[in-house]
């Protein structure tokens, strides 16, 4: 591999080391969240948890490795320790692990079968270690610190090749630790000794790579939705808060978005998101898996921007991947492949303005369609804006261009366009700024016998390894479904839409939807599109007891511009926001439902769209009344994780109660001394 020499042409700025190229090619990957949060149908686990929870009833290493190979995927990262401080196998510095489980009485280990079913089907391997403990009694002082080297020890040391070290950004909080149940803070910058702990990693696995927050190897995108900026640099320089040093969980990660056009470092962006809403497993979120078309998107806006995709897919209660979950991937992959597999640009002509003519067998415009990302073609180090002509025998369709540049001598592409042949003159139909590992442009289809691509901004000469023509096939999108103001049911989809409200999948015999419809329960309703004998994904959503007869009884204080009526329609994009400072959380809402019903459950819809963690609520609780004099509480706990993945947070009871009046409090924030609400479900 990127064996082609070329002293004519310099690399220009940070270059990738081989570690982070290999990291490149591996592109996309999975993540595997099990636990005992997989047992407890936590997202955080607080860490008193006991170690009897975790019992996989059919644990099946191989069934798991084979699913994300046929998806296309070359890597896996395990949750070796969550947050919980529950350890996947049997440390010899815990007690807390797998050992003490009753799965295959104690004599199991959860990292060994997994890391030998990649091995053996030949997929990377890497490991997740949190480095925030909340079991751990010694957390905060020194001596968590050595533990912490002790397990990256034997976790890099009795486990193979390792491809990948996850270090996650969160880091000290409320925890168990050891029976103390405390709120424990550690100095960010210093407590780890990051430096100290890089330096081993790569000393017991020199091909591993670093993600965290700053790299040093792969930083974080700074998102969990799915998807990268654009442009998206693999240049970065790391920032920290308030003029400090970055570190991992102390860095302004919003710049990891985008990185850096002229950033002092090549460290790369990893796209890291769920295919489902957690990223724990939990049966209740078996009807809410991605379909195939979001995760494409997905595929487009992490690996189509320059970025690695590690996609979460995190096994059942048996300890094997969910059949849901299976068949939105085994779809995805079918359109993946039926776009990718084939290069249309290899049937045509292909022309360069100008060609480096040091070693034309090198450098020739045909390793642009060859298919491999270690030949590339440059017009020579003079030229900084050359162009690409590609003829086709005939009128050809197509809606998705490729590009690549070779990475080992540097990001060198600051803007490029894309022309049609089109009534005898050239039509300009994309452009962007970066490319780095790839670029994927999609768009509506294109017909046209010519294509023509310009490099139309670089500081030196552009290199470029791969130049790609694709067609994706016609796929129906799957419809859309929501409670509109009226509390009616709308479903929007272009073709016959056929749908079902009792949990069951749709088909073409199912009842057709003609207009928005009444539908006084709450559940899940499920909906697909046909169209010329095709059919679409479906789509399931849960939908909250209608709303519009609630009345708000009181709220601890609101801010005019968003008062608190706001929760009770059915926008998620008007919030009520308490009042700054007048009152620090708690805050609280009450809501009179106006009939008497059995709650199952419900949702806490946080602000959407904006990319803020002020008023995002970490610690609620949920009291329920039926006369307003007598309150129970319903439930209390923490939406974990709620800063990096701000969706609607289902809370199921443990027994369904009656309530006309319910009053819910938000007791904790992640950022601000406000507290905001977009919306509140029940669920019946
Ligand atoms: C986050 C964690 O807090 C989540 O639980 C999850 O592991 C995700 C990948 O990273 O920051
Ligand atoms: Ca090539």
Redesign the pocket.
Known sequence: MYKQKNDAIQPYGPIPSLRQLQWHETEFYS?I?FSINTFTDK??GYGDEPAQRFNPSDFDADQIVTTIKAAGMKGLIL?CK??DGFCLWPSAYTEHSVKNSPWKNGSGDVVRLISEACHKHQIKFGV?L?PWDRNHSEYGKPAYVTYFKNQLTELLTQYGDIFCLWL???NGGDGYYGGKSEVRAVDRLTYYGWTEIFELAHELQKNLVIFSDIGPDVRWIGN?AGWAGNPCWSRYTPKGIDGNPPAPGAVLSKEGIHGHRDGEFWIPAEV?V?IRPG??YHAFEDSAVRTAENLIEIYYESIGRGCGLNL?IPPDRRGQIHQSDIDALRKFQSILDATFSQNLAANATIKADETCEDDRNHFEVNNLVDGNAHTYWTAGPNVKHPEITLQFPEKTEFNVISLREYLPLGQRVHGWAIDIWLDEKWVKFAEGESIGNRHLWRGTLLNSHKIRLRITDAPVCPVLSEFGVHKEPVVLKAPSIHRDSDDNIVINGNGTIHYTLDGTSPGTDSPVYRSPFEYNLSGCISALVADHGQTSEITCKQIGYPKKKWTLCAASSENPESPARNVLDASENSIWASMPYLQREPQWIEINMQENLKLKGFSYIPRQGENSACGLITHFLCEVSEDHENWTTAAQGEF??IE??PIEQMVYFDKPESARYIRFTGLKVVEGDLVIVAGLNVFV
């Open positions: 993540f969240h997202e955080w949750t969550h947050h997740y949190s996650d950004g969160a969990e890291d769920s990223w724990f979460n974990s994780n990096n993945n």
